[in-house]
Structures are given as C-alpha cells and as structure tokens.
C-alpha cells in the first residue's frame, strides 16, 4: 500500500530529471536569499547558474550543524518569517540547539510524507496511534501527529513519560500503533511484564520507531514483546523531522524520500563521496524546502545506502539502519567503537538483559572500556563459577567484535537508568 | 513525454533562456508562468523548433528535436498556439482550419479531414456558425477557439499555448480555460501553457514552473505554487501585509 504510489515508485530516470530541476532552483534561491550560501558558493566560485548535473553535487560546499549553530536562531531562513508559520528546534542531543522553520508548503509536504512512512509500516486510516515522543519544539512527535492526521488515522497526542499511563492508554484506546523511541518502546515492554499485562489483551499490531540508532535483535525484542511489526523511520529536523525515510514491510533498509532529498554517503574523515554499500556519514540536501533549506547538510549519522529494488516497488534508495553517530564513535586504541555494535552482541546472548552502559576512562596512559550490563537474576544469583563463565563469554564475544579488550561488570535488574527520549548509552570519562 | 534539460537560448549576445530544466508527463497541463520578458515565448518557440537552443537537450516522446525543424516537430505530434492567435484574418474559418493539417494534407485524405474538421466544429460549436466568415471579423475570444481549433488539425498529442488570455474579457477567459481543461481530459492531450494570468493557469495545471529572467526559479505542484507567498507577490496580485 502507497500513500502517494505514482510519486513512491516513480522510474529512475524521471526521478533523476525531477531531483536536478528541484536542485536548480533550490540553489538560485538559497543564493539569492541566504547570505550564508551566497558567500560560501562565491568563495569556492559556484555559479548557481552554472549547475548542470547531478554529479556535480559533490563541488557544492558542506553545510554542518555548527554552521546552523552560528546562523541560531533564523540566519538560514530562506523566507521573511511573515511566511513562516512554525518554529522548531533540533533536540539537542548534542550541543547548543538550532532552529528551523516551515512555510505553508513545508508544513503540507511534511505530512505527506510522514504519511507515505507510516503507510509504508503497515499504518492506514484504520489504525488508532499512539504518539510517545515529547511534544514541543522537538520534531519527532509534531511531525509524526500531522503525517497520521492526514492518512486518516485516529491520533492519541500522548507525549512521551509516564509509562504506567501510557499502558493504561494503550489498552483502553485500545491503540494498535505505536510511535517513540525503540528504547522507550522496550520500557513499556518491561512495564507490561512487571505490571503483569498479557500482552495479548491489547491490540498493538505495529510500532514506528526512530529518533536513535537499534539493532535488529532490538527489533526482534520489541517485536516479540510488544506482539508487533516493528519499523524503522528517520529524520532530524535540520532537514525537516521524521519523514526523510522508513522502512516499508520487507524491512531491509529505510526509503528515502528521494523526490524531496537528495542524499549522499561520504566518508567522515577525507569527506569523499562513497559508493553504495560503504558505509559512512549521511549528507542531505533539501530539494523541496522553502523555509530552511539545506545544501549537503552532514547528518553526522553512520550509514550505507541500497540500490538494488526493493520488491515492494517503491524506486526510492534505501538507506540501512543507522549504526551510530559519528560524534557517539568511540575512538579508543585506535578503533571505532560504536554503542549499536555493543548492544548487538549483547542480544544475541541469552541472559542478558538490553540494557547497558559503556564507559570509558582513562588508566595512566591506557584507555579501557567497560560495559555494565543488566543480567537476569536467574544468572546473577547463580554459582560464582558459572557467573565468572558467563561475563567471560560476553567479554570474549565484545573483544572480538569491537576488536579491542573489553571489561564486562553485571549489574543487577533495573539498576542502570531508563531513557524516555534519546538513550545516552555512552559516558567518556577520559580527559583529553 | 517531453524533457527539457540544462537548454541555454541566445539571442546574439543576450542571454535569454538560462540553462533551464523542465519536464511535462503525458496528458498533464503544465503552466509556465512569469513576467514580461522572462523568456516564455522564447522557451515555446525553442521547442517548437521556431529559435535554436545554443546548449541543452530537448527531447520529446524519447527522440531528440532541438536539431528538427519546425515542421518535422509539428509531424512528431507538437502544435503551437501562438501568442496572439495570429489567425490569418482575410481567409474564412474554415480555411484557417484546413490551412492547420497542412502537415498531412492530400487529395486522398479529403474525407479524413473533413472529419476532422466536424471533430473540431464540436468542441468550438461558434467556430461552425461562423465557418463562412472571415477570421479577422471574429472577436477574439472566437479567434483563440479558432488558433487552438486550427492546431488541432495537425493531429498533435502535445500543445503549447501561448498566453491564450490575453486581451480578453475574464469571462470569455474562463472559457478558455474550460476548453483547455476539456482538451486534457477529454482528449488526452497534453499541454504546455504559458500564461501572465498565472492564477487561472496554476489552477488547471498540475504542475507549475515560475521563469525570472531566463531562469526556473521555482518548480512543484500547481496547488503549491498557489500557495507560495513569493508568487502570490510576484504574479498573483496579491497584497501582502508587511506588519510583522
């Protein structure tokens, strides 16, 4: 099922002629109205009238987050804010905040085509969906609230928190989508179980998950929990919020809303652009945006693109799931460690819990990097011997995929602290 | 069904068509709209075969026409409506039309184009009322019925209208505007249509581009460009309040 199929599946070709005529005039009119391009474009010499093809994407200049962050709050405005009708502002994860803003316009395409994600992981006008991202000037649940409202769907504003209500909602809404983040997912899993809630009483039938990086034995978790099919979607709302892409129902990689952003894999070091199936940093840039468009915006998320079809028949690219950040990339003895690869080792391991922390510090001159992981009591409270056979499997299991030596401390049930938003899964208290 | 792609247009030393990229699908009503002087004409007449492009690919129903001459471009299924109709005043209406399937035209086909011209008596019903009458003593609402009739006798798939509102009262406009919406969905021709009356265009369109001095500076779907406040400014008449 498509939410807009003729524009879903459209032929390479006429998406191709489609993306540089949106490429054209979105750099005529982020020179003309954002000093900031204009002046980067004339120091490298691009004459936006000069642009003739696609491939020449890559002479076009980066636009980082810091570069927002000077520009805070409406320096990479593209319209007079008489024309803008919403404000928001990036979460924040990481740093000073930036602003974005939507036109009209920006708000309808928004929608559609967080309609066209939420379609595409099974939801229709039918389904009754619960948001539990925060509401405010965090993209995620204002742009998932409009996208669900305009396929049709029955929408419960929940916000983010309280569990404990969120279950209570869920099953007398008797809500059968639902939208956070698969971290806060797995929490309203482990509220069920502790408050004793067959799962089988409620009518959950899919979940949306995004705004942070999990892995697909996450996914079988929540799936097996929570009784669903769960999907992966993204956005940041430097580029507009969720509705970038999502993963339709053969969940092999995330569609990318290719006639409203053209994407591009570089590597994070040397900045070259990759090849499908290599993985590196996702750069972005609008086509479609009025307000706050965005040329090769680098997203600083780790990823590789698909190009082979998809059978669903959708054309768009797929992206794979996100595996990190590269400000979340712990660069330790020399290895990139990311946070995702720790947690799929740790599922594929039977007793533990998918709750963990990472922490790295600094002895004398050496870094080291311990794990507390959550264990099920069953092995906790066992004998010493089988307790110390069991952390030497995780840790032999660690070393051998991040490639380093890796300490592992148990810890009991529910000791490590719970994530309503964005998880924050690693601390470095190394001081450099 | 056609594809413009990075089509620079010179004019001597004027620069009047700048590298623009634009595609129109089969059976849609694509509206090119922008003020004197952005290149509209030139545009309609560069793919009409009328003015070379200097640079850039046009390609209609896959073959590539920025080489054809007009004629040929008119065989391949592409008929200009030109702006001011330009009817040819001392021949009758009847005679303009058959002055239109001059591409085809033989003894043989007598009958074919009679036909033809019953098909086009039906849409344009004043056009047989008035079949005897000279052209130039038509108003001028008949008189575009009469271009568009005559363009039609080509038997194009594609056509590019050229500013087919201009100089006529707002009602006759509106006619106007419901044949061409009739052509589309009725016949299932496509149309270019270049119009300074950029409200009723983007209203029957599907798609909009907006030309600036030679430029595409905007591009979407018809329903957004009536929404954009820059052209609502620009070529809508619109006031806009100022007062933040």
Redesign the interface.
Known sequence: MYWEGEKECINRD?LK??Q???L??TL??VYMNVPFYRKKFDEIGIDP?????LEDLSKLPFTSKDDLRMSYPYGMFA?P???VVRVQASSGTTGMPTAVGY???DI??WSHLVARILMAGGVTQNDIVQIAFDYGLFTGALGLHYGAERLGASVIPISGGNTRRQVKIMQDFKTTALMCTPSYALSIADTLIETGINVNSLSLKYGLFGAEPWSEAMRQELEEKLKIIATDNYGLSEVMGPGVAGECLERKGLHINEDHFLVEVVDPETLEPLSAGETGELVITTL?K?AFPVIRFRTRDLTSLRTEPCPCRRTFVRMNKVMGRTDDMIKIKGMNVFPSQVEAVLFEIEGTEPHYQIIVDRKGAIDELTVLVEVSESIFFDQVKKQKDFIDLIKTRLSSELGISVEVKPVEKRTLERFEGKAKRAIDKRKL | MLILKNVDVHYGKIHAIKRVSLHVNKGEIVALIGGNGAGKTTLLRTISGLIRSSNGSLVFDGLDISRQSPDTIVKKGISHVPEGRLVFKPLSVEDNLLLGSYNWYSLKNRSEIKDDMERIYSIFPILEKRRKQLAGTLSGGEQQMLAIGRALMSRPQFLLLDEPSMGLAPTVVKEIFRYIVELRDTYGLTVLLVEQNARSALRIANTGYVLETGRIILQGPAEDLLLNRDVQRAYLGRDVDYTI
């Open positions: 006429a002629q489609l540089l005529e949106r054209q005039s005529f009119r009238d000069d642009f003739r093809s319209v804010l008489r024309e036109t009209r316009n309808k395409n479609t009025e």
